[in-house]
């Protein structure tokens, strides 16, 4: 074993002490705060009313992983690289499929114009009204800053634990459905707003190659721009809980 390995060993495992490339896929749960949302428009004789306090939720499909269908539940990938041995920092880029189902037959405040007329009042949103969700995805682009910490390893290097903490931010880049007046249209991808968030989880390697990871992260969304019906746009923000868990494979350079 040589001296570089030895004086780090939660550095990396690769005797180059160059650095080293990783990829990681799983999986993810999410919790949503309360957001307002504004819809604006010309279509349906115009319109421009926000709902308050909307109440949303997460959609894990985590069954489809078992019918062989991979990337359909709430998915999470990333592409990163650790420098040297000491460091014991890196960067990635990371994208989470989060999907975000605004919950319906809630009762929640509306006020705002439509078709000319005021409104300012409790309303229970149902379908007939409006269906908001972006099931396929709400879909976070960041890049983060790594910094990792040691918790245990063994002499050989091939069992190691270690605390994780990234920082990051980036873009979102939703395809909502959604359905308004009672119209309906499933729109394209497209970057809509920003991201930015904090993860914190553990990292177990091992031997050499492989590890998985498990993390609690929290994020602040922001969709300035989201597509609707028609010309139609709608803009929310919110803070949101994931809880990750991740496989990984690493190769020194």
């Not at 999986?27 to 949303?56: E, I």
């Not at 650790?82 to 509306?110: C, P, S, W």
Request: glycine fraction near 10%; charge should be positive; aromatic fraction near 16%.
């Amino acid at each position: 074993m040589s001296q570089e390995v030895s004086e780090c060993k939660c550095g990396s495992v690769f005797k180059s002490g160059k650095g080293s490339f990783y990829i990681t896929w799983g999986y993810n749960l999410d919790w949503f705060s309360k957001s307002n949302l504004h819809f604006k428009g010309d279509d349906f004789g115009g319109y421009d009313f926000t709902l308050y306090k909307v109440k949303a939720h997460d959609n894990p499909g985590l069954g489809y992983i078992f019918n062989s269908d991979l990337s359909i539940p709430q998915y999470v990938y990333r592409v990163g690289y650790y420098f040297n041995n000491k460091n014991l920092t890196g960067v990635e880029i990371a994208f989470d499929h989060t999907k975000y189902i605004m919950t319906q037959n809630q009762k929640v405040r509306v006020k705002g114009t439509i078709q000319g007329e005021v409104i300012d009042k409790d309303t229970i949103v149902g379908r007939d009204f409006l269906m908001f969700e972006h099931t396929n995805g709400a879909n976070f682009l960041m890049a983060n800053f790594i910094k990792r910490y040691c918790l245990y390893t063994t002499e050989n290097i091939k069992h190691r634990l270690q605390l994780v903490m990234k920082a990051g931010a980036g873009i979102v880049i939703p395809k909502t459905d959604v359905t308004l007046f009672g119209q309906r249209l499933n729109n394209r991808f497209h970057v809509a707003g920003y991201v930015a968030g904090l993860d914190v989880g553990l990292r177990y390697d091992l031997f050499r190659y492989m590890f998985v990871e498990t993390s609690l992260k929290g994020v602040f969304a922001n969709y300035t721009n989201v597509l609707t019906v028609g010309d139609g746009r709608a803009h929310h923000h919110f803070f949101a809980g994931e809880y990750i868990f991740a496989a990984g494979f690493q190769i020194g350079i």
